[in-house]
């Protein structure tokens, strides 16, 4: 009986301690006293919770003192005290109990009650026990007599109490309490002595009870007939309402709809069944809502069946469940955002989609700021978002006062208006936030970790919405989690951007670069690095340099020393030698010019190699070209001088030979074979000093409209008279025409074929192929895109050694001991005058194959020239330094019909010129020197003589044959040119057509 008593004691302080606390503590008492032997009892979250909902730090330590106490009590009690869950399973029991079946508690936890050791001696008892626990599932408590086993194999007979405790409907767990026959008898008895004792008192007691029960914090009713038939002062005040207003009315009319059906059939379950545990309801009344706790008890009341209910009311319980529900739905939110989300834009749409959920405001927007242009960029907006105010969001100047955001953002200020009319702040908005429907606002700055603005966020209401303290509170906890959130977020995209500019960039330059780690092994390449080595970046990814990026030596062909090891042995920028060579996957060589270079972190380590390179193979072949044509310019300033002289010498021979031949008798025919074999070495000269004319500086060929194939097959015929050799051609009759210089197009493919012929001594075979092709940037050659007529000319000669294959076209390079060296080099020199290209590929003991590329002419027909009689008439007036040619070509002249006078410089032409006109003499043709030394030449004097004669007849006479100006005569304002030295045929022929 003492144990029942201390145990009852306890019981109703514990439960006075938890109706203080205004918290659903049973179910947190028992889940923490239920932890298995061992386990440390779990307060942590009790503790956070009622510390920051209720602020009540010493009443928490007290009760958590108690609870420990109360615990180590229960321990102490011979009584069967034990929890099950909704199952039935155990999950808690004292000691004694333990004991008394000599069981360990691990034996008995989690098991279904009935199943455990202490029903294990009888089937009998198993299926009491299974039936109770069955009824308690259903909400239903029951009281029955079994027996347990005892630690020596007997039994204890024992009486079990089965209570279901219920909330929201649902059976959430089952309390199990017993005592053994002897205790239960004890009981009674001491029962039934109080009664008696009492019994005597019951008047006074029934009035302290009465008193009791009117002065208690809990509401009490007793509900009879479905009526309210008894109500304390507490549960009129729960419901903020008088005795009168309760009393006699039905019980139905203090429910609300939704829960109606639940409450009537748990009563009717009471009345039949008995006490079926705690309830949860939920009461409305004038837009007030409380929750209530209720507990129904079947009692007699008058004689009568009627439902004894005790009330509690847990709203501010309630609230500090939700608010705590709602803090982790936000804090929820924000953390799978910051996961989930992959930009800022969706981090704040997330975020700011939970958050008007759970303040209740009908649409919001997140503006960032922009540090740069000092504007605020709409980045986000949600919810129910009306016309009118989504044509209002915009980008907005943080100076612009007009704006709540721009405000906010320039004070860092936050602006919490339930009413924006009667906010201190935003008085000066209203108006505008009224024509907008807005009447309740959150503005917010979201701030970085250094104080810097990241943005501004709104909340908004069209109807005006309470914003109680808390929400404040909650607000700029999540705000704060915000920022940090946004600025990771802006932070990672600034970086993201970055690393994709910089791969824009290196992918879009035109060198290539490898991007090597710390180890030397690849970790990028750019498209033009890809295309130079061959290898793909995904491929290249991983791989030692070494194996991407081969490198040797041109000349040696050995391997170059790996960049990533000088640049790590000197910390610095290094660069590779001139003649290194790149070989790709394929095979492919390509000449590079290349550069390395550190890459350092914040603290100076080296943590990669940059390296840097370029294919200069095209750069290299157009520099060597460069050499050629500067060696050829310088030839050609020593080779104009000698030719122009030498042509000077052979005019003087070969027109004195010309006038001694048709002085000859007919009879001297021995005279006149002499002088015709002089005639024709006259001409050989010629040839010669046209040749040294092709390096001249300014040289251009004159350039006419003219089939290659006849062109090739004479010049082909002609070097190869007298030699062992044969030709094949291959010539297309559709060959397309070219605009050149017949002559000098001879001279090269005469060069070439003679070249070609002292490479076969013993014979052979020369192929000479010709074709219509149409270049493309594809084809890699230094030329204009366009159509070209490519000549081959492949011998089966001895071949060209390596070496010597990029100096077969330099003037005076030659390998034969009677070589002048200037075949080819004229060659190349007579190609590039023309926009064309010439190359050669050789191998030794097998020959070599020249390359010719033309440009093709437009044209499609060729004009054929007409011949002309020898003899005129006219006056000629002849200007030249040369007393000699002066006299050979008067008289040349005065054979052909014409009238002729003398000039030695350009003063003296036009003296001579003014004169013939005052006479009315004028001279039908002028023939002036293009070069007097120390004097007016031809250039200038046919200046002065078209001022004073617009239709004066200018022929350009010159040693220098290839000079611009004779191969452009028209342009300088001649009507013809003739080339030193020339025949007389020659003469007659200029002079025919331009006087005629």
């Known amino acids: 009986m ?20 205004n918290e659903n503590w049973e179910d947190k008492l028992v889940r923490d006293l239920s932890c298995p032997k061992g386990r440390k009892l779990n307060v942590g979250n009790f503790k956070e919770k009622a510390w920051e909902g209720l602020k009540m730090e010493d009443e928490l330590k007290k009760l958590k003192q108690e609870i420990e106490a109360l615990k180590e009590w229960i321990d102490t009690l011979d009584t069967f005290v034990g929890k099950l869950d909704a199952e039935g399973k155990l999950i808690f029991c004292n000691k004694a109990p333990l004991k008394a079946g000599g069981i360990e508690l691990e034996e008995v936890y989690g098991k279904y009650f009935p199943d455990t050791k202490w029903f294990s001696h009888s089937k009998t008892e198993q299926k009491k026990v299974t039936e109770a626990i069955e009824k308690a599932k259903q909400g239903v408590s029951s009281r029955m007599e079994t027996s347990i086993r005892d630690i020596s194999g007997g039994s204890i007979s024992i009486i079990f109490n089965t209570q279901p405790v219920i909330k929201e409907g649902k059976v959430k767990y089952i309390t199990v309490e017993g005592k053994t026959i002897l205790q239960e008898k004890r009981l009674q008895e001491e029962l039934e002595r109080k009664v008696k004792e009492r019994t005597s008192a ?132 924000v953390a799978k955002a910051v996961i989930l989300a992959p930009d800022a834009s969706k981090l704040c749409h997330k975020i700011l989609n939970s958050l008007l959920k759970i303040l209740n405001f009908d649409f919001g927007a997140v503006r960032i700021y922009n540090e740069k242009s000092k504007t605020l960029i709409p980045i986000a907006v949600s919810g129910l978002v009306k016309k009118q105010v989504r044509e209002k969001i915009s980008t907005q100047s943080i ?117 090597t780690d710390a180890e030397g092994k690849v970790i990028m390449l750019n498209k033009i690095a890809e295309d130079l080595t061959g290898w793909k970046q995904e491929k290249a990814i991983g791989k030692p340099l070494e194996k991407v990026f081969v490198i040797i030596n041109e000349h040696t062909r050995k391997r170059c020393e790996n960049p990533f090891e000088r640049v790590i042995n000197t910390g610095g920028i290094v660069g590779l030698a001139n003649d290194t ?37 095209e750069k290299r072949k157009r520099e060597q070209e460069l050499m050629k044509m500067e060696k050829l310019e310088s030839l050609g300033v020593l080779a104009g001088g000698i030719a122009h002289d030498f042509n000077n010498v052979l005019t003087g021979i070969l027109g004195n030979i010309i006038l001694a031949k048709t002085y000859s008798r007919p009879e001297d025919e021995v005279v006149i074979k002499k002088l015709e074999n002089v005639e024709n070495i006259c001409l050989r000269g010629k040839g010669l000093s046209q040749q040294l004319l092709t390096f001249a500086k300014g040289g251009e060929p004159v350039k006419k409209v003219i089939s290659m194939a006849e062109l090739i097959r004479d010049a082909v ?150 011949e002309e009689k020898i003899k005129g008439k006219g006056r000629v007036l002849i200007m030249d330094d040369e007393e000699m040619i002066l006299e050979v070509l008067g008289e040349m002249l005065n054979q052909l019909g014409y009238e002729t006078e003398f000039a030695k410089d350009g003063y003296e032409a036009i003296d001579l010129y003014k004169k013939a006109l005052l006479e009315k003499k004028p001279f039908d043709a002028v ?55 020339y025949r007389m045929v020659d003469l007659a022929k200029v002079l025919k057509d331009i006087i005629s």
Request: contains cysteine; hydrophobic residues 40%.
């Open 717 to 866: 015929s002609f070097a190869l008279s007298g030699s062992n050799v044969r030709c094949e051609f291959s010539i297309p009759d559709d060959l397309w025409l070219v605009e050149a210089d017949e002559s000098q197009i001879a001279q090269a493919i005469q060069n070439i074929i003679i070249n070609a012929d002292q490479a076969m001594p013993t014979g052979g075979v020369i192929k000479v192929i010709c074709e219509n092709v149409v270049v493309t940037k594809k084809d890699n050659l230094p030329l204009k895109a366009g159509r070209y007529l490519k000549i081959s000319i492949k011998d089966q000669g001895v071949g060209i050694p390596k070496k010597y294959l990029s100096k077969i076209f330099d003037p005076f390079f030659t390998t034969k001991k009677r070589g002048s060296g200037l075949g080819l080099s004229t060659a190349y020199s007579i190609i590039k005058k023309h926009h064309g290209h010439i190359f050669a590929k050789s191998k030794v003991g097998k020959g070599s194959i020249f390359y010719l590329y033309l440009p093709a002419s437009k044209k499609t027909k060729i004009i054929e020239g007409i």
């Open 202 to 333: 019951l008047a006074e007691s029934e009035e302290k009870y009465r008193t009791l029960v009117e002065n208690s914090s809990d509401g009490f009713v007793i509900i009879q007939d479905g009526q309210f038939v008894f109500v304390n002062q507490a549960m009129c005040k729960i419901l903020n309402l008088s005795k009168k207003d309760i009393l006699k009315k039905n019980v139905i009319e203090f429910i609300s709809s939704e829960e109606r059906q639940r409450a009537l059939e748990n009563i009717n379950r009471v009345m039949k069944y008995g006490p079926i545990g705690i309830q949860e309801y939920k009461w409305i009344k004038a837009g007030e809502i409380k929750y209530l706790q209720v507990s129904f008890s079947p009692i007699t009341y008058k004689g009568k069946p009627a439902l004894q209910t005790m009330v509690r009311d847990i709203t501010e319980k309630k609230k500090i469940e939700d608010k705590i529900k709602r803090e982790r739905e936000a804090f929820s939110a």
């Open 2 to 21: 003492e144990t029942f008593r201390t145990f009852e004691s306890c019981v109703r302080i514990l439960y006075s301690l938890l109706k203080l606390q």
């Open 399 to 515: 100076d612009d006062k007009k704006y709540v955001a721009a405000l906010v953002a320039r004070t860092k200020i936050p602006i919490f208006a339930p009413d924006v009319k009667k906010h201190k702040i935003l008085h000066t908005h209203a108006q505008r936030l009224n024509e907008l429907g807005i009447n309740s606002i959150i503005s917010y700055p979201l701030i970085g970790e250094k104080r810097t603005l990241l943005g501004v966020v709104h909340l908004c209401a069209y109807t005006k919405r309470d914003i109680p303290k808390e929400d404040t509170i909650f607000f700029e906890t999540i705000a704060n989690m915000w920022s940090i959130a946004l600025e990771d977020k802006l932070k990672g995209e600034m970086v993201f951007a970055e690393k994709e500019r910089l791969s824009v960039t290196l992918r879009s330059i035109g060198d290539g670069v490898i991007v």
């Open 581 to 617: 060579v790149v070989i790709a996957r394929d095979g492919t060589e390509r000449v590079i010019a290349d550069s390395g270079a550190p890459i350092k972190d914040h603290t100076g380590k080296i943590i990669g190699v940059i390296i840097v390179f370029r294919d200069v193979t």
């Open 927 to 981: 023939i002036l020197d293009l070069i007097v030394p120390g004097s007016m030449g031809g250039e200038e004097a046919i200046k002065r003589l078209s001022e004073i004669d617009p239709d004066v007849k200018g022929i350009v006479s010159s040693g220098y044959s290839t000079d611009p100006i004779m191969a452009d005569y028209k342009k300088y304002g001649f009507c013809g040119a003739i080339a030193k030295p």
